[in-house]
């Protein structure tokens, strides 16, 4: 499963970005995408990714503390497409940010390519 990270930039402080996570190509791509748990996770210079939310196949999300209400994660299984919208930036939200699809049931976990997020303050 390929995911293709997208929506990264820059931001003053307060603004907004939404982040997108496709995936294309076989059907069986597509199939896993659908029964994955899908999320997003950010990595700052020298530390481990940390999960900013995830959201199940039955569009259960999952939240870091830290988001604070600020972000809203969503999926959509027509599109093969995971959204991050990101309101009320703050600089310590800079990071890059990682799409991910998981299944530890079925033993796969999928990482996109990081996408830099800049807020300035």
């Known amino acids: 499963v390929q995911l293709q990270a997208s929506g990264g930039g820059w931001v003053q402080a307060g603004g907004s970005l939404r982040l997108s996570c496709a995936t294309s190509?076989?059907?069986?791509?597509?199939?896993?995408?659908?029964?994955?748990?899908v999320g997003w996770y950010r990595q700052f210079p020298g530390k481990q990714r940390e999960l900013v939310a995830d959201?199940?196949?039955?569009?259960?999300?999952n939240y870091a503390d830290f988001v604070e209400g600020r972000f809203t994660i969503s999926r959509d299984n027509v599109k093969n497409t995971v959204y991050l919208q990101m309101n009320s930036l703050k600089p310590e939200d800079t990071a890059v940010y990682y799409c991910?699809?998981?299944?530890?049931?079925?033993?796969?976990?999928?990482w996109g390519k990081g996408t830099q997020v800049t807020v300035s303050s």
């Open positions: 190509g076989n059907s069986e791509s597509t199939f896993r995408f659908s029964i994955s748990v």
């Open positions: 991910n699809a998981r299944n530890n049931m079925a033993g796969w976990d999928y």
């Open positions: 959201i199940t196949n039955f569009n259960r999300a």
